[in-house]
């Protein structure tokens, strides 16, 4: 079956293709989205009491893709047998309108400008020497001051909350004194501490790091965003991450963008659409449209002007190798760059074990509210003589107190029956976790195929992950565990406990560690050694943009989505300020 065509496809459906959704349809051109999953919506979806069901949701895993039929494979490396992904573990697909930005915590930081051009940085303060072999970092291809003006509107859609530390060159008391320049303030002020966020943010300071209140998408107060969406304030219900909001104050495109793209004439959405491939012209030097699998198992043709690739980051580096879009990556030669970069992150904890009497009250839970400090992030701290590359964001924040996940015990606490129920009841009300989350950098074993093996239901090759952790990733987690039991032993526990990797230990699908999965259609200023220019435009087929986390040339200690958003804002800009001027055009020469 042959579509009408429009002049525009949008590939997926979650925080890049509402954005583009909205900013394109604005600029008056017809869109139609396709997502593979179903629809979504907060009084569907997120209905209360309903969706205040952990087995449901966080179990089960409700909002997430269905690995039978469609799955990652991964091998720690090149020589090594992938086999497939079979249940949720280490990172969570998600799947339907909305994407994991319906179901994520709502943490939405800004990058350091540092970060935006990594190679550069250390190559200046370091020297080039200082990358050990192997390693392929790279700058994005923009810089802070460019981004600027996205992060704040992203966070104006968002309705972030959060106070600023560094506004227009000037230091801010209460903030983040070592962000990037902002300049404007917060959309509304930061969320309440509990006690748990206020005892870290003591010991921090008193140690000699600058506690700040962790950037929330998760609404403070009642707030309207620039496309006239209402959003209410968070009431710490302690159902954030896995599940939707049905308080309406954590940023999704349910709740920001989607009460007015949805309604639009020149805007379609059809779910249960999977795309199975780019469509191209015989010169294979544009897109014609692309073809997807309906819910009956139809095979459809949509036509278009231009492509956005706006699915997950793994979606969208297997559906350019599906297309023959770019060059496959190569990791013995080194040549090519589809799937050239992948990266995940460095996790661990220090975990403390406050006096008997303390009352934590962890039930009392937002996504993304707490104190961070930034002081071991990024480039902030003088990285010579510890001969490691990268950092890690380190924060205090109470998700909640479920009854299934969320009761934890000190290690050596039996796993069930009597003692475990003990266990619970000791630990419920005075255990609280120091997180830190690691950046992990881009490596030549580190990257992402097609495997030769195994096949989606519809007999597509599944994408294959090489990949496994690195001696300077290892270093980097153990200076960050060292510093933070200094702040642990600053608050006076009972007890701490160091949950952080050794070297030697491979990388571990079983246990969750976060979806901040990047890289295999990155960004930069040559296509030699990326895949898209610095507006997310294809180098090789100039009327694709490929949004969303694919294009990180590393990993960071952050959260991906604030400058996920900020990158798709920025490329609707260039759309429809230059590409549509002379459309198929590159927007940077070659």
């Not at 036509?303 to 350019?320: E, G, K, S, T």
């Not at 990949?467 to 642990?488: K, S, T």
Request: aromatic share 12%; charged share 20%; proline share 7%.
């Amino acid at each position: 079956m042959r579509k009408e065509k429009v002049d525009c496809v949008i590939v997926g459906f979650g925080w890049t293709g509402a954005i583009l959704g909205q900013e394109l349809t604005d600029a008056g051109l017809n869109v139609v989205a396709l997502e593979r999953g179903a629809m979504r919506d907060t009084p569907t979806d997120a209905e209360y009491p309903k969706v205040a069901d952990e087995l449901k949701y966080a179990v089960r895993g409700h909002l997430f893709q269905d690995l039978s039929g469609e799955t990652v494979t991964i091998r720690h490396g090149v020589n090594d047998l992938a086999v497939p992904y079979r249940q949720q573990g280490s990172f969570y697909l998600g799947n339907g309108v909305g994407g994991a930005g319906f179901h994520w915590n709502g943490m939405h930081y800004r990058m350091l400008p540092e970060e935006l051009q990594l190679r550069t940085r250390y190559e200046e303060r370091y020297g080039s020497r200082f990358f050990p072999e192997g390693m392929q970092v790279q700058d994005f291809g923009v810089t802070y001051d460019e981004m600027e003006p996205f992060f704040d509107f992203a966070e104006k859609v968002f309705g972030t909350s959060g106070k600023a530390g560094n506004l227009n060159g000037r230091i801010q008391p209460g903030g983040n004194p070592l962000e990037g320049r902002r300049t404007s303030e917060f959309p509304t002020p930061p969320l309440k501490n509990g006690l748990g966020a206020q005892l870290f943010e003591k010991a921090a300071r008193d140690v000699g790091f600058h506690p700040y209140p962790a950037p929330a998408a998760n609404t403070s107060q009642p707030y309207t965003n620039p496309y006239g969406v209402r959003l209410g304030p968070c009431n710490f219900c302690g159902f954030c991450e896995d599940f939707g909001c049905y308080m309406y104050s954590k940023a999704s495109p349910q709740t920001t963008i989607l009460p007015v793209l949805l309604k639009k004439p020149n805007f379609e959405l059809r779910t249960q659409s999977y795309v199975t491939r780019i469509l191209l012209s015989p010169d294979r030097k544009s897109a014609t449209g692309v073809t997807y699998i309906d819910a009956q198992g139809r095979e459809i043709e949509q036509p278009a002007d231009m492509v956005i690739v706006a699915a997950f980051q793994m979606h969208n580096v297997r559906l350019l190798l599906l297309s023959g879009i770019g060059t496959p990556y190569d990791p013995h030669t080194g040549l090519g760059t589809v799937g050239r970069n992948y990266a995940y992150q460095m996790n661990g904890s220090i975990n403390v074990l406050l006096p008997r009497g303390t009352q934590l009250n962890p039930f009392v839970g937002t996504g993304a509210g707490g104190v961070g400090i930034d002081d071991l992030n990024g480039d902030q701290f003088d990285h010579g003589p510890l001969g490691f590359v990268g950092g890690a964001s380190i924060r205090h924040i109470r998700y909640g107190g479920r009854p299934i996940k969320q009761t934890p015990t000190v290690p050596g606490t039996p796993t069930w029956g009597r003692g475990w129920k003990a266990g619970v009841v000791d630990a419920y009300q005075r255990f609280m976790t120091i997180g830190i989350s690691g950046s992990v950098m881009p490596y030549r074993d580190a990257y992402l195929d097609l495997d030769p093996t195994y096949r989606d239901r519809y007999g597509l090759p599944l994408l294959r992950m090489t990949f496994d952790w690195h001696d300077n990733e290892y270093a980097m987690i153990g200076y960050m565990g060292d510093r933070m039991e200094e702040v642990a032993k600053a608050m006076n526990p009972e007890k701490y406990f160091r949950a952080i990797r050794r070297k030697g230990q491979h990388y571990d699908t079983r246990v969750y560690q976060t979806t901040h999965t990047t890289g295999g259609a990155v960004m930069g200023t040559s296509p030699e050694t990326s895949v898209v220019n610095r507006y997310l435009q294809s180098w090789d087929v100039p009327n694709v943009f490929v949004m969303g986390a694919s294009a990180f040339p590393q990993n960071m200690g952050y959260n991906p989505t604030g400058i996920v958003a900020a990158l798709a804002f920025q490329t609707s800009k260039a759309i429809r300020e230059q590409y549509l001027k002379n459309p198929g055009a590159p927007l940077v020469q070659a």
